[in-house]
């Protein structure tokens, strides 16, 4: 994957990081970004294509455990192996912090993100009836046991 680069997002990244944030079902806005930029747990990852920056993840890590609140890859760079470049990049980054389990809650009904997330080995472990609105749907909570330095 020549041209591609991945890292912690600085404060000057975000202002583009919630141009692509704009573009997901729940997107998070330029000042949420900050704040959990500003937030001791919060961890704010991007994927650089050709120094363009074109994807975002935010995690929180408390002690071993990670959770993932949001991936976002740019509409005309998805379906090509960016968001699990971006995703196991990130875990390899939290499991050099320590992190052990990264958690998430997702859409049922988003295709794409489960099979990426089935893909990477995590499992389903609930779900919570009516979570989400507009439009309504189921959220799968996943669990994931991060291999030492995935
Ligand atoms: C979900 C998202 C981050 C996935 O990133 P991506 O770059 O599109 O996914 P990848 O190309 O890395 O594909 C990862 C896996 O998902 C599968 N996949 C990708 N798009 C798919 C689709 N439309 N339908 C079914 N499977 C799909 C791929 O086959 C791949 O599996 P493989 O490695 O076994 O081949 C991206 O689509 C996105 O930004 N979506 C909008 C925001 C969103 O829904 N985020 C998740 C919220 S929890």
């Known amino acids: 994957?020549?041209?591609v680069t991945t890292g912690p997002l600085t404060p000057q990244d975000l202002p583009r990081a919630a141009e692509i944030q704009a573009t997901a079902p729940e997107a998070w806005s330029l000042s949420a970004l900050e704040e959990e930029q500003a937030s001791p747990c919060g961890r704010l990852y991007g994927l650089w294509?050709?120094?363009?920056?074109?994807?975002?993840?935010?995690?929180?890590?408390?002690l071993d455990e990670a959770s993932l609140l949001s991936l976002t890859l740019e509409p005309?760079?998805?379906?090509?192996?960016?968001?699990?470049?971006?995703?196991?990049?990130?875990?390899?980054?939290?499991?050099?912090?320590?992190?052990?389990?990264?958690?998430?809650?997702?859409?049922?009904?988003?295709?794409?993100?489960?099979?990426?997330?089935?893909?990477?080995?995590?499992?389903?472990?609930?779900?919570?009836?009516?979570?989400?609105?507009?439009?309504p749907d189921d959220a799968l909570l996943m669990r994931l046991t991060i291999p030492p330095r995935a």
């Open 76 to 135: 005309a760079c998805r379906g090509l192996g960016l968001g699990r470049r971006l995703l196991e990049d990130s875990l390899a980054l939290l499991a050099g912090e320590g992190a052990a389990f990264c958690y998430l809650e997702v859409r049922s009904q988003n295709r794409p993100a489960l099979a990426l997330y089935h893909r990477l080995g995590f499992e389903e472990t609930g779900r919570r009836r009516g979570f989400y609105q507009a439009p």
């Open 1 to 3: 994957m020549s041209g």
């Open 49 to 62: 294509q050709e120094g363009r920056l074109v994807g975002t993840a935010v995690f929180q890590l408390i």
